[in-house]
RNA sequence: CAGGUUGGCCGGGUGAUCGCUCUCCUGCCUGAGCAGGGGGGAGGAAAGUCCGCCCUCCACAGGGUACGGUGCUGGCUAACGGCCAGGCGGGGUAACCCGACGGCAAGUGCCACAGAGAAGUGUAUUGCCCCAUGCGCGAGCAUGGAGCGAGGGUGAAACGGCGGUGUAAGAGACCACCGGCGCGGGCAGUGAUGUUCGCGGCCAGGCAAACCCCACCGGGAGCAAGGCCAAGCAGGCGCAUUGGGGCGACCCGUCCCACAAAAAGCGCCGGGUCGGCUGCUUGAGCUUGUAGGUAACUACAAGCCCAGAUAGAUGAUCACCCACGACAGAAGGCGGCUUACAGGCCGGCCUGGACA
RNA sequence: GCCCCAUUCGUCUAGAGGCCCAGGACGUAGCCCUCUCAAGGCUAAAACAGGGGUUCGAUUCCCCUAUGGGGCA
């Protein structure tokens, strides 16, 4: 993923807290918020309750490559942070990609690919 | 062959497609950047942060006290609490392993319970022996007194061992030998130490990861150090008969600033600062060879460049192979220690058994 | 990244080498009291984070590990 679409900046993640809307799934939590760009920003956040160093790195690289897999289908002009909850350490890379397809679709984010082109 | 012990090495591999980061070349471009191609891209522990150092800042760092650390000897090293070699002690049949391994006859303190006694001049309801009185034919018994420290007993630990002289019974009370201690000397060794001779006094308990003493070492802070740029905010108080401050514990000592108009400077309080660049990877570096050294290691020569991110780069999918993949992710760098670890490979040595 | 601190019954704590098979409070269980519950009384179970070392002896002293917490822009 490239750096320019990176959310790298600090006070962006306290915006992200108070104002992003927020939306839940067992594995994970997606904060939204419109940015008021041309294109979007991902910033992913994997907290010490993980796990090791090792296990947090491999949990940020497969949320990043689903990301990155998804992101041509999404709606430019938003700020997006995941944030990965214990349940995602033992997951399997399909199933990262399935629950954000989802948690993505209820965001409308992503137009849903069963009911066709509604949005 | 089995068991043990010890040293070293490896830490899934190959291919394809889509991606990430750094760098080089080419092209476009004012530039930021974009496109194509080439190359590099986590570990033996990157970990814990237990030590040591480089580096950076604190207005150079001197002495004493305090505090902390280390603690057999010699060497290696930039340095170390590390490593190598040796000594001593302990464990093991052995190979080998382990050791905070200076000082308790400088001082102070502690040694529960049990025990007469837990550290000097000590103790008796057990015991040994003698005397007196009483009882008894007698052996002896009871009571009282004096002597004794051998025996029994307690304890984790009890004030040398064995033999003899001596005595009423005994005792380093005395003697020979042995063990141990102190002093002085010889020999071997750089030294720790080993060995040996002489003299002494009869013997000196343990704990210093108890206070402490001795020797040596240590200025403090840490890359969020520090430097530069941009942005932003609000200023106030103190600073001479000497004052404010630094050397982050204290004292001496020393240094800096101010010496009166203002400005600047220094200190304290308050406010602002969450963005970039740098430090940032060529180094006590790696590989090979030669030489010196028992070794740790060092010297020389040749060749090589081997991560540098900054919300933080190694992932996803597929195929094949096998022993079905453990512990685990750089964040300034380096040398160690410690801890975690599926499995595999190579070598040395020891013990036991069998065979020749 | 760097620098510190703590860990004792289920919970909060005391204890600072032996005197204590680690004390107290709340909670838990049983019994008594009551028509029943509460309150009260009596009793019991229940812990030194793990490993190694020093010591005759360790919750205490030293080292390593694990877990939890705090500070520094």
């Not at 938003?78 to 399997?92: E, L, Q």
């Amino acid at each position: 993923m490239e750096s320019r679409y990176r959310l790298r900046n600090s006070r962006d993640f306290e915006q992200m807290r108070q104002q992003g809307r927020t939306f839940s799934r067992p594995s994970l939590l997606l904060n939204v918020r419109a940015n008021g760009l041309d294109y979007n920003r991902y910033g992913f956040v994997v907290g010490k309750r993980l796990g090791t160093a090792v296990t947090r790195n491999r949990i940020r690289r497969r949320l990043r490559e689903a990301m990155r897999r998804l992101h041509p289908q999404l709606h430019p002009g938003y700020d997006v942070v995941i944030i990965a909850r214990p349940p995602v350490g033992g997951a399997v890379f399909s199933s990262i990609l399935d629950v954000l397809k989802d948690v993505l679709c209820q965001a409308k984010l992503k137009d849903s690919q069963e009911r066709g082109a509604e949005e």
